[in-house]
């Protein structure tokens, strides 16, 4: 079996920037490999044209083109063109693609094709209770009703999206996986003290209401010390650096005790993770998130929101704590009982890693969706 994936993103050094869509595709094309399959990566929207292979997988990075006018379609059909051709000369058997911004509206291919709902704009629009520009979701919702299959890494986004697109179609449910091997437990210096986020620092991931919590944590205990890492992201609202909007919500005590440390490499961001007490991720619109898995799969305890898809993943009161962000006092009062109670903020951490393993490890994961990509060519031959 030969599957293709196109993706606007992949975390590799030859690429542009990347996240959790890009990780979710790295783990999942590196354990279809270990099971023989063969994958190959279309990576559209990059500065150059350049095709490698590695850990397995065949990578075709195709760059983004300028045209005078009607871009939106030509770059799709030249896609569209480029898989085509790709497919005969490889003989790939199914192309998967994510539902983000519906690149494959437009697209006729020679070869089934799966959209994986990842969230779409429309999705996080939806969420977040935003504006949205028509032409994405007109593009997503033509993308969504073209594919010959859906697949969702959540139950709540699948059926969310197909709610807001007003669609009647069959999806399957495969959640994102983590390799576990690529985070075993290591044997660190616990900070009793610290909290820890990471991701890209925007206003949908619940930061602005970390700074609320966090100036009433430091009113209680004087110590407590909240690192965060990842991208300053321009806030929609006020136009301005999200980070400097949560400076400036933050009391002169919460100040002292707050440190920024950017983008850091992967290898800083897992060190900060096993260092930290408790990791928190207050965010407000995910689909299925890998930060949410890769902090579990590390045996800590987590204090996140209960939005949606959080129940598909955590289990309150067992892998940590749910709580909505916007209820500050009962965020921090959960946050200050896992800073205070070392045993059990141990023992959340060890049913965390294991929900991972039973649930979401990459060796449960690509069998899933192995089963799922047969399933779809034998009713296509059909």
């Not at 004087?222 to 006020?238: P, S, T």
Request: net charge positive; with cysteine.
């Amino acid at each position: 079996m030969h599957i293709a994936f196109l993706t606007p993103e992949y975390p590799h050094s030859t690429c542009n920037a990347s996240g959790g869509l890009g990780t979710s595709l790295k783990n999942l094309g590196r354990s279809l490999v270990q099971h023989g399959i063969r994958v190959s990566v279309v990576v559209y929207g990059q500065d150059k044209k350049y095709n490698f292979k590695e850990n397995g997988i065949e990578f075709y990075l195709i760059a983004q083109k300028k045209y005078k006018i009607g871009g939106w379609y030509l770059y799709r059909k030249y896609l569209q063109n480029f898989l085509n051709e790709l497919s005969k000369k490889e003989n790939i058997d199914l192309i998967e693609a994510a539902d983000w911004t519906g690149i494959t509206a437009f697209m006729k291919l020679n070869v089934p094709l799966v959209v994986r709902m990842h969230g779409s704009d429309t999705y996080f629009c939806a969420l977040e209770k935003r504006k949205q520009k028509w032409k994405n979701k007109w593009f997503e919702e033509k993308a969504l009703k073209n594919a010959d299959h859906l697949i969702s890494v959540s139950e709540f986004t699948g059926l969310k999206t197909l709610e807001l697109f007003n669609l009647k179609k069959n999806f399957k449910v495969i959640s994102n996986g983590v390799n576990l091997k690529e985070f075993p437990i290591e044997d660190q210096n616990i900070l009793e003290n610290q909290i820890f986020y990471f991701g890209s620092l925007i206003r949908k991931k619940g930061v602005l209401e970390l700074a609320s919590i966090f100036n009433l944590l430091v009113e209680i205990r004087q110590d407590v010390q909240l690192l965060i890492a990842g991208k300053d992201v321009k806030d929609e609202m006020e136009k301005t650096s999200t980070l400097a909007l949560f400076q400036s919500k933050l009391t002169k005590k919460a100040k002292q005790n707050f440190k920024y440390v950017g983008e850091v490499e992967y290898t800083k961001i897992k060190f900060y993770i096993e260092t930290a007490a408790v990791v928190v991720l207050p965010s407000f619109a995910e689909a299925f998130p890998m930060t949410w898995l890769e902090a579990m799969a590390m045996n800590k305890a987590l204090v996140t929101s209960n939005i949606g898809w959080a129940k598909e993943i955590m289990i309150d009161g067992e892998t940590g704590y749910m709580v909505n962000p916007e209820d500050h006092e009962l965020y921090a009062e959960k946050l200050l009982i896992l800073l205070g109670d070392k045993t059990l903020r141990n023992a959340m951490g060890r049913r965390s890693r294991r929900r991972i393993l039973e649930n979401f490890s990459t060796e449960i994961i690509a069998p899933e969706n192995i089963n799922f990509y047969n399933s779809v060519l034998k009713r296509n031959s059909n």
